[in-house]
């Protein structure tokens, strides 16, 4: 046999070189080379005796009309929240990648879903490279698996992995976590780039060949990418984020992308001593503790994916004791906050030169939608003229350089939030309410609220903080 050349492989990017070198002359990389040995994807395929054939492939090229349409089927997790970031269920044969920080809840999410899906449809494998056996069943125990065919492996050789799922033939598979596990095949270390593209594409391999859907556990680097990121995300068909803090019990699962349904799809779970309990309605949460009648806040209705949600913008802004005054911006992109601080200083003639400028997204959230910029602005200036929003008022809108307020997608769907959460009056872009933002809301139970449509910073200024 053939020997395998030695191929050296840039960790943080995938990138290949027959020889090391100290610098990636792709990602700019130090210090990132590995020596890996290069095994012909053919000859790998071949030699595990794989058929990766999407629905008989060995016929070649189908002509487009001959080809019947099926509408895929979903079989649901059990949990409600799940399937709406999966984009309603799991697709039979879908190769899905979930990601987040070590201890946000990756495992007891999975452990949940699998326990539902072993009850409802048929046998589960969840090999995991982290926890043995035992760990996971007290994990389980808390969680309420029951009886459930669900089948535990403590494994790391991807090889003796697949061997289990020619035994227990499971109706689904969970790999916990794609760094841990490693091929034979390569004598590089769990977690370096071969193993976890190896991993991933011998998954691949089984969910698509044997039709058996597979979650893919994969851990997230300091800077917030999952290991091997170009080698995973192209791979999978859909790679969902776990995002949240440690600091508040709510958990976000978010979908980058996703080839079976809407990207940036969010489902919304509470931390509890039982698991993770879906969080229906995130709106409610987000506004729980937000003080009444206080300078400073402001409730804005952004989009998540398709779903609308309410949060808190809050502001403080405070003379600095220092020459250079301060910006800070949590949950949301400090570019953005400075430049909508030069539009409110030169377009609604707010002096904020010699004042810090803090401002937070209340609960931990994230927003990175110019939707969000009406809320920011009136929260600051709100914290400014130390005078509150008016009460049971929220806002959306995206601020122009111009000072003008312009339109917004899915208006419609933001004010019916609005107007669910009690909400009695919504400042919003004038455009969206010619648009028919108003006719659009229409239909739904009363009391209706009050649409103000404003077309600059100083109109909705006027109009917000009066
Ligand atoms: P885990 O699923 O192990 O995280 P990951 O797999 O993403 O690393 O989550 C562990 C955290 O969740 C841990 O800090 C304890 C907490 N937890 C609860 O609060 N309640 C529970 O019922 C469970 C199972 C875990
Ligand atoms: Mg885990």
Not at 163 to 178: A, F, I, Q, W, Y
Not at 236 to 263: C, I, P, W
């Amino acid at each position: 046999m053939k020997q395998p050349r030695p191929v050296f492989v840039c960790q943080e990017c995938g990138s290949q070189s027959p020889k090391w070198q100290g610098r990636c002359p792709d990602c700019g990389a130090w210090n990132s080379f590995v020596e890996e040995r290069a095994v012909e994807p053919v000859a790998v395929a071949a030699a595990a005796g794989h058929r990766y054939a999407l629905g008989g492939g060995s016929q070649g090229a189908v002509r487009y009309s001959e080809i019947e349409s099926t509408r895929a089927e979903r079989i649901s997790t059990g949990i409600g929240e799940f399937d709406r970031v999966l984009g309603g269920g799991i697709v039979p044969g879908s190769l899905v990648l979930l990601g987040g920080e070590p201890g946000i809840g990756k495992s007891t999410l999975l452990l949940q879903a699998t326990a539902n899906f072993a009850h409802s449809v048929g046998p589960v494998l969840y090999a995991s490279g982290e926890e043995s056996e035992h760990q996971i069943k007290s994990r389980g125990d808390r969680l309420g698996v029951g009886d459930a065919p669900l089948y535990l492996l403590a494994e790391t050789c991807i090889e003796r992995i697949l061997e289990e799922v020619g035994r227990v033939k499971p109706k689904l598979l969970v790999v916990d976590s794609v760094q841990t596990v490693f091929s034979l095949k390569f004598q590089s270390a769990p977690g370096s780039i071969g193993q976890v593209r190896e991993a991933a594409t011998q998954f691949l391999f089984t969910a698509k060949g044997h039709n058996i859907p597979t979650f893919l556990v994969g851990h997230v680097t300091k800077d917030g990418n999952i290991a091997g990121p170009k080698a995973l995300e192209h791979v999978v068909d859909t790679v969902l984020y776990f995002e949240g803090e440690r600091h508040h019990s709510h958990r976000v699962v978010r979908a980058v992308k996703n080839r079976f349904g809407a990207v940036s799809e969010l489902g919304v779970f509470e931390m509890t001593g039982a698991g993770l309990k879906p969080v229906p309605n995130p709106s409610a949460l987000f506004l729980a503790e937000r003080p009444q009648a206080t300078p400073g806040s402001a409730v804005l209705c952004c989009l998540e994916g398709s779903r609308p949600i309410l949060v808190e913008v809050q502001a403080l802004v405070s003379t600095s004791s220092y020459g250079m005054a301060r910006r800070m911006a949590v949950g949301l992109d400090q570019a953005r906050l400075t430049l909508l601080l030069a539009v409110l200083e030169k377009r609604a003639g707010l002096h904020l030169v010699s004042d810090d400028v803090f401002v937070n997204i209340a609960g931990g959230m994230t927003i990175d939608e110019p939707a969000a910029d009406l809320a920011i602005v009136s929260a600051v200036a709100s914290s400014l003229r130390n005078r509150p929003v008016s009460q049971g008022t929220a806002v959306f809108g995206e601020v122009g350089l111009g000072g003008e307020i312009r339109g917004v997608p899915q208006a419609a769907l933001r004010i019916r939030e609005a107007e669910q959460m009690g909400f009695t009056r919504i400042v919003l872009p004038a455009a969206n309410v010619e648009a028919g933002a108003d006719a659009m809301a229409t239909g739904r139970d009363e009391p209706r609220a009050e649409l103000v449509g404003v077309r600059s910073v100083g109109e909705a200024l006027d109009v917000l903080l009066s």
